[in-house]
């Protein structure tokens, strides 16, 4: 089946260590987003890509940062994590023009923050 | 600004009864509107869309929703909740560049 895939499901990190979230899709999607959801929260845009154009929401910390090597994959780097970035993080997909259809998500991959 | 919100951060009803998640929209056109569910440690699942036409949409696992303009409102109706419908519930808009979502509205379910 077409989806989108995160791995991992759940990442512990140390405090301020480097830490890199993927993100893989089947579906062939131009767009790739990536969100944030703090417990109870809603899920927060970190940005997007469209093809390879990068675009960051402005008020996206700078300790965030994304790749996106090919059309099936995209990343989440946290170059300094602290403990207020643990959070689901969540990758989701659509096509230009399609948005109508809704956003396909992953799972999410849960951050631990120690 | 454009704002997707959701009045009620929790609501609760008992397993059989019916069910309306109140959703309200603030965008300059009419937005493509969605409701997602997400269980517990996962991720979001399309549960409905609403971009135009029939103003009443209907969704996976029995949801409902109806867009009406004149009241910014896109509600999530069920007739006959089940407990394993005990879930969050987004509701969601926005347009070709982006989604945004409301804050969220836990269901509980009492047997």
């Known amino acids: 089946d077409a989806m989108v895939i995160q791995n991992p499901r759940y990442q512990v990190t140390q405090f301020g260590k480097p830490v890199t979230l993927s993100c893989s899709q089947t579906l062939n999607h131009n767009v790739m987003y990536w969100y944030q959801q703090k417990s109870s929260q809603a899920p927060k845009l970190l940005f997007h890509?469209?093809?390879?154009?990068?675009?960051n929401e402005a008020d996206t910390p700078d300790n965030f940062q994304s790749r996106r090597p090919n059309t099936s994959f995209c990343f989440l780097d946290i170059r300094s994590p602290g403990l207020g970035d643990a959070a689901m993080y969540l990758c989701?997909?659509?096509?230009?023009?399609?948005?109508?259809?809704?956003?396909?998500f992953g799972s999410g991959t849960r951050l631990t923050v120690v | 600004a454009q704002s997707v919100t959701q009045p009620d951060i929790h609501i609760t009803v008992s397993e059989g009864a019916s069910l309306e998640l109140r959703c309200n929209y603030s965008y300059g056109a009419t937005p493509y509107l969605f409701w997602y569910v997400q269980s517990p440690g996962q991720g979001l699942q399309l549960l409905l869309k609403y971009f135009s036409g029939d103003t009443l949409v209907q969704g996976i696992k029995g949801f409902e929703a109806e867009f009406k303009r004149s009241q910014s409102s896109f509600n999530l109706r069920k007739p006959s909740v089940h407990w394993s419908d005990a879930a969050e519930y987004f509701c969601?808009?926005?347009?070709?560049?982006?989604?945004?979502f409301g804050k969220g509205t836990r269901l509980h379910i009492l047997p």
């Open positions: 969601a808009g926005g347009g070709d560049d982006k989604i945004i």
């Open positions: 989701a997909t659509s096509n230009p023009g399609q948005a109508s259809r809704g956003y396909t």
């Open positions: 890509y469209y093809d390879k154009d990068f675009n």
